[in-house]
């Protein structure tokens, strides 16, 4: 760790990892100012920290900040930059987020960064179960919900982090050991300007690597295949692909559930109801080449971690099953490309969807059309998804809420004498109904336990 710090620090963003790095930084007694749009956070983070510095970004006291902590929400290109943001670049302030700030004092440990626009918090969490199972300390944090800067590693802790594409953008200096690549689909657009922009931001995991790191990048999804061909030729690490589609030459590669590394079986991979679909395979492929290559884990010790995995929850997460009905939380699912990862799965699905739509909406639907019995919408979008079910011919009813469409489900599924599945998985942001995607979640398994609880 530093022994010494001449930073003056400006954060900026007082959420959950806001507040975690003004504690770090009082912790080592470095000098800083502090400040958010939002009154509510700048309230909370003084209810919290009364003693701390909260100065507006126009007061003098920030002319003195030469390293901006910036939270990874606020916007540095698209659609606009933020005026700290132009403000720190006008004056040549540096600017970097939570997690660059961690590596910085704690350089010496094993770094595995994991990213891609769905599937990453599972891996991550995957990889740190796996880790924890065979006796390998290490430290899970980052999008995956724990700041990082709230932890305080161990020696010889393995540092496991979940990285968004806007906290890649403030990472300058940080090596991954093994950095993950799972997929790229079209996203955040409104951030990053365009689908090369996202996909250069992703492809900053591997900035920093040299030959002694490892590259393992998923080749089945990749939107830009010419940038990826492009980052393939580029990167001095050692790259690893993985694929579960035979007809990519990967070096680890799935197929009939044995996983394959160059060519030669090295076993059946567990199938977990918390790993279903073909989607946790490509996880599993990933975790596998990262933990075995790095820390050389044997395939038998790792499948065997795999089978004790019991998942995140709002990911394809089962609550339970009464009569015919089961009941499935996916609230996680922000996009149709993660929608569609649960309707591989199931049959017989009444699905409730709708929020904030992304880009492309629900177009792809139509693929799925003999599983989906009916779809309840909710929410801001169900106008634009109703179009899209009506132009194909998907039964549908507008339930406007998550009350009304759990019910309508319900009783559609009461019916039915078919084994049918009541399946949250709403290819929509939730921000419009909910605080976010885990208060939709959570919300959905009430309604379903108490279901599940009546008259039993």
Known sequence: MRSEDKNFYGVFGLGISGLATINFLKKHNLPFVAWDDSEQNINFAKSECPNDTFIDITDPAWASVNILILSPGVPLFF????????KARKQKIEIIC?????????????????????????????IGHILKENNISCKVVG????????????????IVIELSSYQLDLITSLRFNSALLLNITKDHIERHGSIDNYSI???RIFAKQNKEDFAIINIDHCLNQKLLEKLLQSLTSQIITISTNKNYKSSVYIG????YYHDKSVGHIPQPNSLLGKHNQENIAAAY?????????SANKIFSAISTFTGLPHRIQYIGKRNNITFVNDSKATNFESTENALKIFDNIYL????????????????????????????????????????????????HNLDNAFNDAVKA??????????????????????????????YFIKLAQKYLEKDA
């Open 289 to 297: 080449a990262c933990i075995n290559l790095l820390f050389g884990i």
């Open 352 to 399: 409730i969807a709708g929020g904030i739509s992304k880009e492309g909406g629900i177009r792809q639907i139509h693929l799925f059309k003999d599983k989906i019995l009916k779809v309840f919408l909710v929410g801001k979008s169900q106008d634009e998804f109703a179009l899209t079910l009506n132009e194909y011919g998907i039964p549908f009813h507008k339930s």
């Open 98 to 126: 939570d997690i660059e700030l961690f590596y910085r004092f704690f350089p010496n440990h094993t770094y595995i960064g994991i990213t891609g626009t769905n599937g990453k918090s599972t891996t991550t969490a995957l």
């Open 79 to 86: 659609p606009k930059p933020h005026s700290i943001v132009e």
């Open 201 to 203: 931001a992703k492809y």
């Open 143 to 158: 999008n995956i919900g724990t700041p990082i800067l709230s932890v305080i590693p161990e020696e010889n802790d393995a």
């Open 413 to 442: 599924a009461q019916i039915s004498s078919e084994d049918s599945l009541v399946l949250l998985s709403p290819a929509a942001a939730s921000l419009d109904q909910w605080k976010n995607f885990e208060e939709r979640g959570n």
């Open 256 to 259: 009939e559930d044995k996983l």
